[in-house]
């Protein structure tokens, strides 16, 4: 009766590899978001999408791409990882859209450690 | 841009005391407030939100009121449980889905 997950949990990878993350939620609300907490907990989104349209890209390098192949999942791939990609990474949810507001449900998040 | 500062952490209290934990913001419109907690090992859940001024938010003992006049949305509890040890985000929404956040505060509780 999970209503965010992520997977994996953790993820431990090398320099210069490429990972993906994976989130879906069961809630059937119609926009997702990626976020990401750095070493001192603080939080930034990084993307939104809502109905599998990309409504949020905040300065984010072009090596991190988000694809949301239905309204329950949204993916994100990190290409040539680096030591600052180490970070948790959450994903949320939320019914609505870029004129409502709603509250947002997270997963338990995904901990990467790039060595 | 909009913006939110938090009181910096931790902030270790024994249980049963007084909780206060600051919060104000800098937005160009009139936000709406939020207050989200993070337990060890888990995603963030909301804990209290406020939409318009003098709003007064609460869940679970906690409060928070919306003051326009001070931009502020401190987090209140009268008497704190152990339970209650976790980081606390203040965030505010000018409208659509974009939550900011300020950067947390560790409350720790001891017995």
């Known amino acids: 009766d999970t209503a965010v997950s992520q997977t994996p949990k953790y993820l431990v990878t090398q320099m210069g590899n490429d990972k993906s993350i994976k989130c879906e939620q069961n809630?059937?609300?119609?926009?997702m978001y990626w976020y990401k907490q750095d070493s001192k907990k603080f939080l930034k989104i990084m993307f939104s999408y809502n109905n599998k349209e990309l409504i949020i890209n905040e300065t984010v390098p072009n090596r991190f791409s988000p694809k949301s192949p239905d309204k329950a999942h949204l993916n994100l791939h990190i290409n040539s990882l680096e030591l600052g990609d180490s970070a948790v990474y959450f994903c949320a949810s939320s019914q609505g859209d870029s004129r409502n507001l709603y509250e947002q449900y997270f997963g338990p998040g995904t901990r990467l450690t790039v060595t | 841009g909009d913006s939110v500062t938090q009181m910096e952490g931790p902030v270790t209290l024994s249980e049963e005391a007084f909780l206060t934990i600051n919060c104000t913001y800098t937005a160009t419109g009139y936000p709406s407030l939020f207050w989200y907690v993070q337990y060890p090992g888990e995603g963030l859940q909301l804990l209290l939100k406020a939409t318009k001024a003098d709003d007064k938010g609460s869940n679970k003992g906690f409060e928070a009121t919306y003051r326009k006049e001070t931009t502020s949305f401190h987090l209140e509890k009268g008497s704190v449980q152990v339970s209650d040890s976790a980081v606390y985000f203040c965030?505010?929404?000018?409208?659509?889905?974009?939550?900011?956040f300020g950067a947390g505060t560790i409350l720790r509780v001891k017995s």
């Open positions: 965030a505010l929404s000018e409208g659509g889905n974009k939550l900011v």
């Open positions: 809630l059937g609300h119609d926009t």
